[in-house]
């Protein structure tokens, strides 16, 4: 089985930029969870998308906004970027409610700087 | 609504050493608890998972840890500590399809 894959890895922007994430789901997973780790924090929850709609949203601004696919690949935006975007962005696939044995696989996370 | 307290963020045992991590929960319905690891630069792989099944959970690596519904932790433990095992460790719990995650405890180990 693949795992989650995102890209990129690393990215430079400015404020006031817009940025786009892109994540890979695991083989047989259909929801799809993007969270945000700011520097010596836990994981925070942004939103997920399942069947190609959001499907519970975390305490963050329009601003950030997703789209999946029928792939089930989505896609995380970023637009007016803001210094305290700063972060590591996680996505976690799974199946609905973290069923199965794998429950929520993550992957390697991009690490957004803004400068 | 679901959380997590771990207790320590920071935490340092001697290599052989007991690893004693602790996790507190607090919800409504009974839990799915989650620990994950994060080393460097990377992003969280899962350790062990609780399901209303088993109470005692062993995961990869040689950690495990016990529900105890009674004092409401999930505390990770692991017999001898490694090298390896130096990363940052975090507590989840499942609440409304999203997973919620505690602050997090950086394992050091002393050679």
């Known amino acids: 089985e693949t795992g989650v894959t995102q890209s990129p890895t690393h990215l430079i922007k400015t404020r006031g930029q817009q940025v786009t994430l892109r994540c890979s789901s695991q083989s047989g997973h259909n929801t799809v969870s993007w969270y945000q780790q700011a520097l010596g924090q836990g994981p925070q929850f942004i939103f997920q998308?399942?069947?190609?709609?959001?499907?519970g949203r975390g305490n963050f601004p329009p601003r950030f906004s997703g789209l999946q696919f029928p792939n089930y690949s989505s896609e995380l935006n970023v637009n007016a970027l803001e210094l305290d975007d700063s972060a590591l962005y996680l996505c976690a696939s799974s199946l609905p409610g973290g069923q199965g044995n794998y429950g929520y696989t993550f992957g390697s996370g991009t690490r957004l700087t803004v400068v | 609504a679901q959380s997590v307290t771990q207790l320590g963020s920071h935490v340092s045992v001697s290599e052989g050493a007991l690893v004693l991590l602790r996790c507190n929960y607090s919800s409504s319905v009974p839990p799915y608890l989650f620990w994950y690891v994060q080393y460097p630069n990377q992003g969280l792989q899962l350790l062990l998972k609780y399901t209303s099944a088993a109470t005692l959970v062993k995961g990869i690596n040689g950690f495990e840890a016990e529900f105890k519904k009674s004092e409401t932790s999930f505390h990770l433990t692991k017999p001898s500590a490694h090298m390896s095992d130096a990363a940052e460790y975090f507590c989840a719990v499942r609440g409304d399809d999203k997973i919620i995650f505690g602050k997090g405890t950086r394992l050091h180990i002393l050679p």
């Open positions: 998308y399942y069947r190609e709609e959001e499907n």
